[in-house]
């Protein structure tokens, strides 16, 4: 299962960088499809990442000769995980505000 959502990882972010995003300013009907493919692919490869991270962690993890990397290991798979909430609390961050500004505002 890991593998396979790391392939689906993979594959998410190519067709993200394939594609070009659209500008964060435009609004729903001037959003290309290009714009929406590479949401498509980013939505695929973003969240699936530390899920197969942690699935191939945690089975090599168990396989004895990787005993002397577990710990290693195991804080890759933490690492991935801490790594998307800052990105998502960095997305949060930046998103436009109803007063069209963006990011935080004193």
């Known amino acids: ?17 394939i594609f070009t995003s659209d ?9 290309t499809t290009d714009g929406n493919l590479h949401g498509l692919g980013a939505l695929l490869g973003i969240p699936s990442f530390p899920v197969a991270a942690t699935l191939i962690s945690l ?13 290693s290991l195991l804080w890759m798979a933490a690492l991935t995980w801490i790594g998307l909430l800052v990105f998502i609390s960095s ?8 007063n069209g500004e963006f ?4």
Do not use: F, H, K, N
């Not at 299962?1 to 960088?17: D, E, H, K, Y």
């Not at 990011?103 to 004193?106: E, S, V, W």
């Open 1 to 17: 299962i890991g593998l396979a959502l790391l392939l689906i990882s993979a594959s998410g972010m190519t067709v993200a960088a």
């Open 23 to 31: 500008p964060i300013t435009a609004s729903r009907s001037e959003l």
């Open 59 to 71: 089975s090599l993890a168990r396989d004895q000769g990787w005993s002397a990397a577990r710990r």
């Open 91 to 98: 997305v949060a961050i930046m998103l436009p505000r109803g």
């Open 103 to 106: 990011g935080l505002t004193c």
